[in-house]
């Protein structure tokens, strides 16, 4: 058993709860007459409920793997490359699905910049701890990959309700 399984699994937990509440969101968010806003709902919906997922998967690949008896070491390494392999998906998806609506309405600055930034933070940690660089902590390092997530799938949601439940403009 890995020493951080149930930082692991709590994280997992938390993650689910985010997809099931924009789940929810979703279905008892005020309707809009606004094309271009239900569109940049639909978005942020599929990237709170991808996130999340990633996460929760992120969150429990480790543990999984660690059943097999494979070394501490390896089992980070290969947890990092598959949480790599989610998180580029993720990206590439949202990508193609913003392309054709780019310029429909107008961009989320603040959630960009926030995001990106913990995508950052994210990417570089679950590199690392791939390449196997001695700097530190591998379940360290992945569990800050794994918090960077979360943060994301959170601040998110939070855009997705607030545009959600906003006042309709008179």
């Not at 993720?90 to 926030?114: C, E, H, M, N, T």
Request: overall charge negative.
């Amino acid at each position: 058993m890995l020493e951080s399984t149930d930082t692991l699994l709590s994280l997992a937990e938390i993650a689910a709860a985010f997809a099931g509440f924009a789940a929810l969101v979703s279905v008892i968010r005020r309707s809009s007459e606004d094309h271009a806003e239900g569109i940049h709902d639909l978005l942020r919906l599929r990237l709170v409920i991808s996130s999340a997922v990633a996460g929760v998967a992120g969150a429990l690949i480790p543990v999984g793997l660690a059943g097999y008896g494979l070394r501490p070491d390896l089992v980070w390494r290969l947890s990092a490359l598959i949480l790599l392999i989610f998180d580029y998906g993720i990206i590439l998806s949202f990508l193609k699905s913003y392309q054709p609506v780019k310029g429909v309405f107008p961009p989320d600055r603040l959630a960009a910049s926030l995001v990106t930034g913990l995508e950052v933070v994210e990417q570089a940690s679950v590199i690392v701890v791939l390449l196997g660089l001695p700097v530190a902590n591998p379940s360290a390092l992945y569990i800050t990959a794994l918090i960077a997530n979360l943060c994301q799938a959170g601040f998110i949601f939070i855009r997705f309700v607030g545009s959600a439940f906003a006042p309709e403009e008179a």
